[in-house]
């Protein structure tokens, strides 16, 4: 008699890491963070092993985060076209890598390593290996980056990530955020940038100070970062009503800081229920403005770390 076939996940093969009361699950897929939990409370908003992420839930958001305007640029001597991923904004968003395998590099009971080779297509016809190293520490959970030049020429390269980050509360609108910005990006109805910077002081969208998010809608990209001695910045998220708290952080490599208060995510029970504070190596639409964007010489690797420490 034949026998049935094991169901797939949609992401793929599930790979857990664990350090003390710590657990994060990486997929196969888009080496997506599909969940962070300590002590059983969730960090992270995630979705479940049989499902799949929506709204860029957890992704990785290469070789271009973001929006990019009619999915259409030049760079240097190559026009490209993307695929139109967001239609109803004419838009191609967050890249090629969140939906392809990747393959496993290394998995250890705290550290799973894995790696994207990325060859030409309409979108993208240039070359690079990505390498995402998903670490968890005792003080939380570090992720680093490595991109190479893997073609005959140099290739442009942006990236973000995408968590939905959450310290409790059921809904954002009493949750303290600070977000150490002095600038927001101006944009259009596309959410495609301006070419404008405006000072956030004084607007409602002025976070440098823990204070309620409120009725505040937030898809918006934000700039002049506030950074430490060591060139990091940190972003907070804490619910006074259960005491926790989570510390988004960035290196000097990401320049950029996206906020989205989910009001349009899929899941109507979804919406306004966590924070995606994604870091950004450059500003929405760069393949088009060429904005801070990185140069991938062949075989010259770059490297960026972020993190998230709960608390």
Do not use: K
Request: net charge negative.
């Amino acid at each position: 008699m034949p026998q049935r076939a094991l169901a797939t996940s949609p992401t793929g093969e599930q790979w857990v890491i664990g350090h003390g009361h710590q657990e994060a699950v990486v997929t196969e897929v888009g080496a997506t963070l599909r969940r962070y939990t300590v002590s059983g409370n969730d960090v992270v908003q995630g979705f479940g092993a049989s499902e799949w992420s929506h709204a860029g839930r957890g992704q990785v958001l290469a070789p271009w985060p973001n929006r990019l305007g009619d999915g259409a640029y030049r760079w240097r001597d190559v026009q490209a076209q993307a695929a139109l991923d967001e239609p109803q904004l004419g838009n191609a968003i967050h890249g090629l890598v969140r939906w392809l395998p990747w393959r496993l590099e290394a998995h250890a009971q705290n550290v799973v390593s894995l790696r994207c080779p990325l060859r030409p297509t309409p979108g993208y016809p240039f070359s690079l290996e990505l390498q995402v190293e998903y670490r968890l520490r005792r003080d939380g959970l570090v992720v680093t980056a490595t991109a190479t030049g893997a073609g005959e020429a140099a290739a442009p390269f942006g990236l973000g990530f995408h968590p939905y980050v959450t310290a409790g509360s059921p809904r954002v609108d009493t949750a303290h955020l600070l977000l150490p910005a002095s600038q927001r990006l101006v944009l259009d109805a596309r959410s495609l940038p301006t070419g404008e910077a405006q000072p956030v002081g004084g607007t409602e969208l002025d976070f440098t100070r823990p204070r309620p998010i409120g009725p505040a809608r937030m898809d918006t990209a934000f700039t002049d970062l506030e950074r430490d001695g060591d060139g990091v910045a940190h972003a907070h998220l804490e619910d006074p009503a259960t005491g926790r708290g989570v510390e988004v952080w960035m290196d000097d490599r990401f320049r950029y800081l996206m906020c989205f208060t989910g009001d349009t995510v899929p899941e109507e029970e979804l919406r306004r229920t966590a924070v995606a504070i994604e870091p950004m190596t450059c500003p929405p639409d760069a393949f088009r403005s060429g904005r801070d964007l990185v140069v991938l010489e062949p075989g010259v690797s770059w490297e960026a770390s972020w993190g998230i420490r709960p608390y």
